[in-house]
């Protein structure tokens, strides 16, 4: 899939372009998200566009999430539909994600730290 | 010492006392003082001889004391003499050798008489001990044969025994019950005065082989005293004395059963027979003459009438008959009341039939039929198109007992009679017609025309022009007729007028078209000729005959049909494997009923919903594969088949050529010659399946008549795969059981060699002893576990979980050693549950191996009654048992076993059970009404005790809320440590307090109770106990499904299924929330399904389907693949730290209920449940809902 890619200042904003994230694609966007994931170490995932997500897919987000801890990096979640907010609460994933309404939200929040 | 056969108290009481050994021989010691005194007082009578009476002494105590005691008293005589008369007396006398001699002799002579007595007396002995063992083995040989004599009386089959003349010397009781005759009249008669006269010339043959010492096993008829003929198995034999020896076997219940189905074939040809016979006849005189004989024959009557209805006065007439006396035929009338059968017939659209007539209320019998004699009868209206003909009927003086079949038949065979004489009819009016011209023109629908041949001018009569639909006066001309002629035709019309020309005579039928229809034509025509013999004109008439045309086209039609469903009927009877009988289906349609191509499409669950050509036949050119026929809503699956499919109805085609819904095929339907069409569609097990499809060349070709004909061959053809399929699935289910018994049986001989080997060892190294023990104690519990996977994978079924109106639990705690406990649960259609819970006599591996054959046994009995039943009528309880019971008694006889059994047919939406107790423990019955208990008990014997035992069936109203419990006696039998059985009381007592809980949780207590009573987990018998619930039948308010691949890609429309099934409920069920959570648990049940139970293949099926109830929706996913045992798989930390296993925990959290179970086609099935808002809140705290 074609992950669209904004870089401003040192954040990298990915926007997933599909709207199901299920087991069919999620092994297709682990692949496609790497050279993302390699880019930079503030990596923003915008999920505005996807409007289901299934365990598959939230598999796929916790393995983002786990390469950018281990390489001291952090990576933060924006965009959720209510749909698939309703998904990460089932399984108590939205404690693990730092979760923005919009991406630049999550942007600020780089720059708080940091400040 | 001797003994005598005599008692002693025949002896007095002085001979007994000599009996006694001690007392002959002190009496034979005295002997010689008792004479020594006699000779003393005798002595001056007696002087000199010495010896005199001293002789007599030696022979009499010989005889007396035996051969010792002989020489004693000899020796003491010699002494008494010596001293007592040898001179001098009474001193002994001086050595003088006469006195030595004389007293040598005596003793000599005494001692030899002694010897010689002794020898007697042991010959004698001898003799007697012969005699007596002469006398035992005599009393052995008469126990054996009374023995066998026992066997021979007692065997179920009649043995008879012959001498070499074949002359019957013996016979036993079951030959005598076989034949109805008493021992007597059987003796001295021979097999040819038993057996029925034609089968008398087979014997020659059976005699040669028998003399070539083989063994004769072949059927023969014997005739019973009373006269009935009774179908036997004779297996015969000529025995090494030269004696022949029969044993007999009645086998009139096999026979019964093939002619069932031979009737059926034969009805069935015979009314094609008839169609033939009414199609060639032109005189309906002489058809119905031969259709009565036809009729007759068919159903074996003596009588068979046509009645014909005379409007004035208002009476029926004998038109045709047999059987009748002569001059009745044309002549006898009968009253067209309906207080009589024929007119009662008459008012009747079904078939009217009496059995016997003194039992009839409804009508009497005509004087005509009461003057015959008639007894039983059976009658059918005959009708054509201008109305009621009159009645056809068939009478006996025998009382019978027509079957269904049979009144069918004479249905049909009236209608074609009606069709017959309604062509007749039409025939005759046409004929008197001919008389008149003027009248004939207008009423016959015949022209006349002229055509002069040198100026080619032609002249129509009016009717011509009708006929050929010109408006009346139109220029004509030879041309413009032969332009209205049919294409196909217009040769052979134009060779006939040429040949006409030259003198051949004109009389043709060809086709015309007029305004887009053909119509029928008979033309004649006679020729003038000049001096020259040249043709100058012709003048000829012109007949529309398209009526009759039809008329002749629909018989032949009809014909062709009932020849084909016959036809159909006897390849579905043989038929082995799907695809060779939809084959053969699709030809004999071609063949028989003269279609011009045929095809049988299978429905697929794909994504087009395509259709697939899986048997073809005719003229078919391509077409099948250039048309891609599919069955959902689009333009491709709007044609004939594709609707048929889609709606579940015949479609049918009248004009291919006009019709919209052909358009995407038209043109290469129009090529390939197909003029209309017909589609029906197949269903199996109420689900459809494809459609046959059949294409005529002619237009409208497919009547009422013919379509209910295609439509009964269709159903039939469906029933005939619905049992293919059975007996496939049941084959292998033999299979399975014949290699577990295999492999059974391998372990076991394994086993064994294992347990010798095991004890030699033993033998050989004492020191190993304790090792050899426990060697041998791991293959008793390896051997009992081998009883356990008999008993787990054979005996016991898993219950089913969705027969609806029906909960079902099953409990069966095995003891150590094995018993022949099992249960069979079998699902048919419309909620009908059977539940079998039987026990074998005995334990261990065989008795198991004897339950798995029970079992096995009852599948075949039912597969077997349900690929007889011609209606697909489910067999009753009561015919499986009979069945099944007849082909086992002999092998439980055999085995010295029988086998307890309960057979249930449970049904919630009747309400009722039917029951079947061979001798089991009964049924407890819970009424929910009022929460009492009752045991149902039926009285038959258990199976394998008597052969030819009447099984009788039992039925009990059940309510919404009832239990029933089944059980094995182990429940009942189970004892305390002082001995008391738990007993029935206790069980209903269990089953009245805990019978509101549901049956899993009841099976669990009793299993509870019983160990709570005993004391203890070890049990004698095994514990078996079912528990079903009634409850009311919840019908779906919503019911879909769809099929989708093991594929990951196919997620997204299994997810686009659930949420169009719930857009479709009413919004008070579930809001979006709660959708979108339903939606997320069938995505990760599909995408488990397909990534561990199909293990990542992405070609295998998965059926997805929707319900919903007024409390909840359950969406059901069904598979092939691996059951999933939830307890397999470790809870999940909700940490982050792992990427997978996040699936079940969601699929748990997303739904309020999830079950697995296997359903009972074997698919392994995942049941997520919903629960409705309304009821959530309704039931909010409490228990969720039951399912």
């Known amino acids: ?115 | 010492m001797e003994q005598s056969s005599r008692s002693p108290s025949d002896q007095s009481p002085s001979v007994r006392l000599l009996r006694k050994r001690g007392v002959r021989v002190v009496f034979a010691l005295l002997l010689p003082f008792l004479f020594a005194g006699i000779q003393h007082v005798l002595w001056p009578v007696i002087h000199p001889f010495s010896w005199f009476l001293f002789y007599p002494v030696v022979f009499l105590s010989s005889w007396i004391g035996g051969l010792w005691a002989g020489i004693a008293a000899t020796l003491i005589a010699a002494v008494l003499a010596w001293w007592g008369f040898v001179p001098p007396e009474h001193a002994f006398a001086k050595y003088e050798m006469r006195f030595l001699v004389s007293a040598t002799v005596y003793v000599g002579t005494g001692i030899l008489i002694n010897l010689l007595q002794n020898r007697l007396r042991r010959a004698n002995q001898d003799s007697r001990a012969a005699l007596g063992a002469a006398c035992a083995a005599e009393e052995r040989a008469k126990d054996a044969r009374d023995q066998i004599a026992q066997l021979f009386e007692q065997a179920s089959d009649g043995i008879f025994i012959a001498d070499a003349d074949g002359r019957y010397t013996n016979v036993n009781s079951a030959g005598c019950r076989l034949l109805q005759c008493t021992h007597e009249e059987i003796l001295g008669k021979s097999f040819e005065d038993l057996i029925v006269p034609v089968d008398v010339p087979r014997l020659a043959q059976t005699r040669e082989s028998l003399l070539r010492g083989e063994t004769e096993i072949a059927e023969w008829s014997f005739r019973r005293k009373d006269g009935v003929e009774v179908p036997v198995e004779v297996s015969a034999k000529i025995v090494s004395d030269g004696r022949r020896q029969s044993i007999v076997r009645d086998i009139t219940e096999r026979r019964r059963a093939e002619k069932e189905i031979r009737t059926l074939v034969r009805l069935q040809t015979a009314i094609a027979d008839l169609g033939l016979l009414a199609l060639r006849s032109d005189c309906p005189g002489r058809a119905m003459d031969d259709a009565v004989v036809l009729v007759a024959r068919t159903l074996d009557v003596e009588f068979c009438s046509v009645l014909e209805l005379q409007r004035e006065p208002r009476a029926l007439v004998l038109r045709a008959g047999l059987g009748w006396s002569t001059g009745q035929v044309g002549k006898a009338t009968v009253g067209a009341g309906t207080d009589f059968l024929e007119g009662y017939t008459l008012l009747h659209k079904e078939p009217v039939v009496v059995a016997d007539i003194a039992a009839e209320k409804r009508f009497t019998f005509s004087s005509l039929l009461r003057d015959h004699g008639i007894v039983s009868s059976m009658a059918a209206a005959i009708s054509t198109q201008s109305g009621s003909y009159g009645v056809l009927g068939v009478h006996s003086r025998y009382h019978l007992n027509f079957t269904a079949d049979e009144a069918h038949f004479i249905q049909t065979a009236a209608n074609v009679l009606g069709l017959m004489i309604g062509r007749c009819q039409s025939e005759d009016a046409l004929r008197t017609s001919e008389s008149d011209l003027n009248r004939a023109q207008a009423v016959a629908h015949i022209g006349s025309w002229y055509l002069d041949v040198a100026s080619n001018q032609l002249l129509w009569s009016d009717e011509v022009y009708r006929i050929f639909g010109l408006p009346a006066g139109a220029q004509v001309s030879y041309e413009g007729f032969l332009s209205a002629v049919h294409p196909e035709d217009r040769k052979r019309v134009e060779q006939a007028w040429r040949d006409a020309l030259s003198g051949a005579p004109y009389d043709i039928e060809h086709r015309i078209l007029t305004n887009q229809e053909v119509r029928w034509v008979r033309e004649r025509a006679e020729m003038e000729r000049d001096s020259s013999g040249r043709a100058v004109r012709g003048i000829g008439t012109a007949q529309d005959i398209t009526e009759r045309k039809h008329d002749q086209e629909k018989l032949l039609r009809s014909y062709r049909a009932n020849r084909a469903l016959s036809r159909c009927n006897q390849v579905l009877v043989r038929a082995t494997e799907e695809p060779v009988l939809l084959q053969q289906v699709c030809d004999i349609i071609v063949q028989e009923a003269g279609y011009r191509m045929c095809w049988v499409g299978r429905a697929e669950h794909d994504e087009e919903k395509s259709v697939s050509v899986i048997a073809r036949s005719g003229i078919e050119g391509g077409y099948l594969a250039a048309v891609n026929v599919a069955w959902s809503d689009t333009d491709r699956g709007r044609g004939p088949v594709g609707t048929c499919i889609r709606t579940r109805q015949t479609t049918t085609i009248r004009y291919l050529a006009t019709d919209p819904r052909m358009a995407p095929w038209r043109s290469q339907a129009l090529e390939h010659g197909y003029a209309s069409c017909i589609a029906i569609p197949l269903e199996i097990d109420a689900e459809i399946f494809g459609a046959l499809a059949i294409y005529s060349a002619e237009p409208d070709a497919f009547d009422a008549g013919e379509v209910d004909l295609l439509a009964e061959l269709s159903s039939d053809l469906s029933f005939g795969i619905a049992t293919l399929r059975i007996r496939a699935e049941h084959a292998r289910a033999e299979e399975e059981i014949r290699t577990l018994n295999a492999e059974l049986e391998q372990r076991v001989l394994a086993r064994t060699s294992e347990l010798q080997t095991a004890n030699q060892l033993k033998d050989e190294f004492i020191v190993r002893e304790q090792a050899a023990t426990a060697e041998l104690e791991r293959a008793r519990e390896r051997e009992l576990n081998i009883g356990y996977r008999i008993q787990q994978t054979l005996l016991l079924d898993p219950p089913p979980v969705d027969v609806p109106g029906l909960q079902v639990a099953a409990l069966s705690v095995p003891t150590e050693r094995i018993d022949g406990d099992f249960y069979i649960f079998i699902k048919h259609r419309e909620g009908n549950l059977d539940v079998i819970v039987g026990d074998v006599m005995g334990k261990g591996i065989p008795a198991a191996l004897l339950g798995a054959a029970t079992k096995a046994y009852f599948l075949k009995s039912l597969s077997y009654l349900m690929a007889l039943s011609p209606s697909g009528r489910l067999p009753e309880p009561r015919e499986i048992v009979m069945l099944a019971h007849a082909q086992i008694v002999r092998k439980l006889i055999d085995l010295e076993s029988f086998v307890t059994l309960c057979y249930v047919r449970l049904n919630a939406t009747e309400r009722r059970l039917d029951l079947v107790d061979c001798g089991h423990t009964g049924i407890v019955h819970l009424h929910a009404g009022t929460g009492r208990t009752e045991v149902l008990h039926g009285d038959n014997l258990p199976l394998g005790v008597r052969e030819g035992e009447i099984y009788e069936q039992r039925t009990v109203r059940c309510e919404p809320g009832d239990l029933l419990l089944l059980f094995s006696d182990g429940v009942t039998e189970a004892r305390n440590q002082v001995g008391d059985a738990f007993g029935s009381d206790r069980l209903e007592e269990c089953v009245r307090v805990h019978g509101d809980q549901d049956p899993a949780s009841l099976v669990a207590v009793i299993r509870k109770a019983i160990r709570d009573f005993t004391g203890t987990d070890r049990l004698r018998d095994d514990l078996t106990s079912v528990a079903v619930r009634m409850e009311e039948i919840e019908i779906p308010l919503a019911h879909d499904e769809i099929e989708i691949r093991s594929d990951l890609k196919q997620l997204r429309r299994a997810r686009e299924f659930v949420q169009t099934f719930c857009a479709g409920l009413p919004s008070s069920m579930l809001d979006h929330t709660e959708i979108d959570a339903l939606v997320l648990a069938v995505n990760e049940a599909a995408s488990n399904i397909m990534k561990h139970a199909y293990r990542g293949r992405s070609d295998q099926r998965i059926d997805i389907e929707g319900q919903a109830f007024r409390s909840r929706v359950v969406i059901v996913l069904h598979h092939f693949g691996e059951p999933f045992e939830p307890s397999s798989v470790p809870a999940v930390e909700l940490d982050g730290l792992r990427e997978s296993g996040l699936g079940l925990p969601m699929l748990t959290r997303c739904v309020d209920e999830v079950r697995y179970f296997r359903d009972e086609r074997g698919r392994s099935c995942v049941a997520l449940t919903k629960l409705s808002r309304n009821s959530v809140e309704r039931k909010t705290g409490s228990h969720a809902d039951s399912r």
Not at chain 1, 7 to 36: M, Y
Not at chain 1, 87 to 93: A, D, G, K, N, P
């Open chain 1, 1 to 115: 899939m074609q992950i669209a890619v904004d870089k401003k200042d040192d954040v990298v904003v990915a926007r997933i372009p599909v709207a199901e994230l299920d087991a069919a694609n999620s092994n297709e966007f682990k692949h496609d998200i790497a050279p993302v994931l390699e880019s930079g170490d503030k990596i923003v995932i915008d999920l505005s566009l996807v409007r289901f997500v299934d365990s598959s897919g939230l598999g796929a987000m916790l393995s983002c999430l786990r390469q950018m801890t281990a390489k001291g990096g952090d990576l933060k979640l924006s965009g959720m539909s209510k749909q698939v907010r309703a998904t990460f609460e089932l399984v108590r994933m939205h404690r693990i994600f730092d979760i923005f309404d919009t991406s630049e939200e999550a942007m600020l929040s780089f720059k708080e730290r940091r400040g």
